[in-house]
């Protein structure tokens, strides 16, 4: 597994190098953002079992603070820290309420709370811009000499915040906050019987989350330059939501992979229209079927049967 992580992480820093080309790494960046999201997502229903379906939400209050404050002559850098901190606090302030509710009704209410903030984007004229958006957002400074207005270079920060997020939940996983997190999942009643805070626990895996996805929203923003609400919608929530569930809700790298596959796949099937969406239906159908684990429960059991292979070898010899 870590000659296979090495070997990725290998392949992704000599990529834009080896393959020059402005449309790939345009498509790249854009999985960058995706996966962030997605494991952001991971975060609160992965680790502790509960589906948000507002998670956009997030994703545009980082975009629009990082943009907002940058327009204010705020260096970006400090625009990326205010994002994910006001991302954090609204975390906390929704998540203490919502989070007492359990299962659907807590997918309902994060719902609830995707379109409310898609409304005050879209009506809020004086400080969004309303339904024409956000224009003239700058890049980032400079760093090292670096100029990030580059696509190649932008690529290379999008990376780094990727394997920063991924660094950040492998280390929770196998912290005494992820057992925390997982005994959750497992059984609610049992892990509060065990002397788990479950309610603070919740609502700490619930707040990671929303830093994660205003951060990721964030850098979005300073890479394409223009906001609008309807880059925040419903869509863009269940976007998210279906790339975990064919990555696997109990697997870091099956989710990595899944928001990288279904970004390429997004853009390189962007000319059958409709008929997209019929895709991806029928490959959500597929993996519910099929692979209802996820992308990450295939590779598990790829690997469980290569060890068992390995072993029967030995004991033949």
Known sequence: MRMLVLLLLGGALVLPVAVPDEYLIHTLIMAGFNIMLVLSLFLISGFVGQISMGHAAFFGIGAYVSALVSLHHVPVWLGFLVASLVSLVVGLAIGYPVLRLKGHFFAIATLGFGEIVRLLINNWVDITGGPMGITNIQAPEGLFGLDLSSKQ????????????????????????????????????????????????????????????????????????RFLSPEMFTLNKSIDVLVMLLIGGVNSIWGCVVSALVITLMNESLQSLDIYQMFMFGILILLIVLFVPKGLGGLFQRYVAAGRGLKRGTHLAD
Do not use: P, Q, W
């Open 153 to 224: 270079t932008y690529y290379y920060l999008v990376l780094l915040f990727v394997i920063g997020t991924i660094y950040l939940l492998v280390t929770l996983r196998d912290s005494k906050f992820g057992r925390g997190f997982i005994a959750i999942r497992l059984d609610e009643i049992t892990a509060g019987a065990m002397g788990i805070n479950t309610a603070s626990y919740k609502i700490l895996a619930y707040m990671l989350s929303c830093m994660v996805a205003g951060l990721s929203g964030a850098l979005y923003a300073h890479y394409i």
